[in-house]
């Protein structure tokens, strides 16, 4: 079984713990965004997939900044540049992945493959997001 979502809205990772008050806790903007991917994923499908392998597939989208000029823009459209800026692809995947904890599946010690990739959103075709792809392994 495979289920693929979009999480609407600027891609953003996981941003590193703070500590303060003698104990170590997740900033708020990160909660906010996690909670955003698991209520995305509930509600466009809530497929519990409880222990089973899976892989997994995120795709962030991102808008062409308005600063960039026609010629690189062009490039862009073309193909031939890719968004290289922050936030960090990896970062991006341990958001989804903790996000998805106890929602998707038990504990993303499940996900045994994992592929992520940055975009840009091209006018007419798809606007910022994430698109996220959970396919359960080893199953008939």
Not at 92 to 103: H, M, R, S, T, W
Not at 127 to 138: F, N, P, Q, R, T
Request: charged share 30%.
């Amino acid at each position: 079984m495979t289920v693929t979502f979009t999480v609407p809205g600027a891609p953003q990772g996981k941003g590193r713990p703070r500590f303060g008050n003698g104990r170590t806790y997740t900033p708020k903007k990160t909660l906010r965004y996690e909670t955003l991917i698991r209520e995305a994923y509930k509600l466009q499908h809530g497929v519990y997939f409880g222990e089973a392998p899976l892989r997994m597939r995120i795709t962030a989208y991102f808008p062409i900044p308005k600063s960039y000029t026609k010629k690189r823009r062009t490039e862009i459209i073309s193909g031939r540049q890719y968004p290289t800026k922050k936030p960090d692809g990896d970062n991006i995947e341990k958001a989804v992945l903790d996000a998805l904890n106890g929602v998707a599946y038990k504990d993303d010690i499940q996900v045994i493959e994992l592929t992520w990739s940055k975009r840009y959103a091209l006018a007419g075709e798809r606007s910022e997001c994430l698109l996220i792809s959970l396919e359960e392994v080893g199953r008939v």
